[in-house]
């Protein structure tokens, strides 16, 4: 399982590396998102410091939807899926290793949205560590949420639109979750921000073991 996931894992990062699809349009979207939200609400300065770690999270939310839709339809083109399906993978190791790329490349982009609120938004950055370990957990729990709900849409005609009507409010929790930590971290109230810490692993694991168990039946249906 860990040797095919590792397989998809590399494709999927060199087909990325190759297009550059990330770093030229998705990269510059979120980017905007974040300066579009600086912008509408500057006038109440405080207003927006309190809604720093809320409008980060969600230009990253934004970016998994965006993110997870174009791996899908690459994979539902010119019989890609049915490849896959037919190249003995293990489906759990398929599921870590498209999952595992997607946090790879959401970390890489939520550095870049770190330096942007701080400044776009003035943020200053406390409780690095705080920081840190939420971010991760939160990162992959969207990671595998949005591989499954991708899997599940990726068959259907409107997939683009009904991918993001499955995926976002299933990810509630970590969006509640990682905005509440972050929010600490930035007050520099890190006690106050480890509990949710507790939530976004829960969620990780929770989205993580029902991807290896279901993502085989996914591909089947696919």
Not at 60 to 71: D, E, I, Q, S
Not at 135 to 146: D, N, S, W, Y
Not at 173 to 195: F, K, M, N
């Amino acid at each position: 399982m860990f040797r095919d996931a590792l397989l998809v894992l590399n494709k999927d990062l060199r087909v990325e590396a190759r297009s550059r699809i990330a770093l030229n349009q998705i990269l510059p979207f979120a980017l905007l998102v974040l300066f579009l939200f600086a912008f509408a609400l500057d006038p109440s300065r405080g207003v927006l410091e309190r809604a720093t770690a809320g409008l980060f999270w969600l230009a990253v939310l934004f970016c998994v939807v965006l993110g997870v839709g174009r791996a899908f339809a690459l994979e539902s083109g010119d019989g890609v899926i049915d490849a896959l399906r037919l190249s003995g993978l293990d489906p759990a190791g398929l599921f870590l290793g498209k999952a595992g790329a997607l946090f790879v490349q959401l970390v890489a982009l939520e550095l870049v949205l770190t330096l942007g609120v701080v400044v776009f938004y003035g943020a200053a950055l406390h409780s690095v560590a705080l920081l840190l370990v939420a971010g991760l957990l939160a990162t992959a729990g969207l990671a595998a949420a949005g591989t499954l709900y991708g899997a599940l849409a990726a068959g259907l005609r409107v997939r683009e639109t009904l991918l993001p009507l499955l995926f976002l409010p299933a990810v509630v929790p970590v969006l509640i979750g990682a905005t509440r930590a972050y929010e600490s971290a930035l007050a520099d109230q890190s006690g106050e921000g480890w509990p949710w810490c507790n939530l976004l692993a829960v969620f990780a694991a929770v989205y993580v073991g029902t991807g290896v168990l279901a993502f085989g039946p996914l591909m089947e249906e696919t």
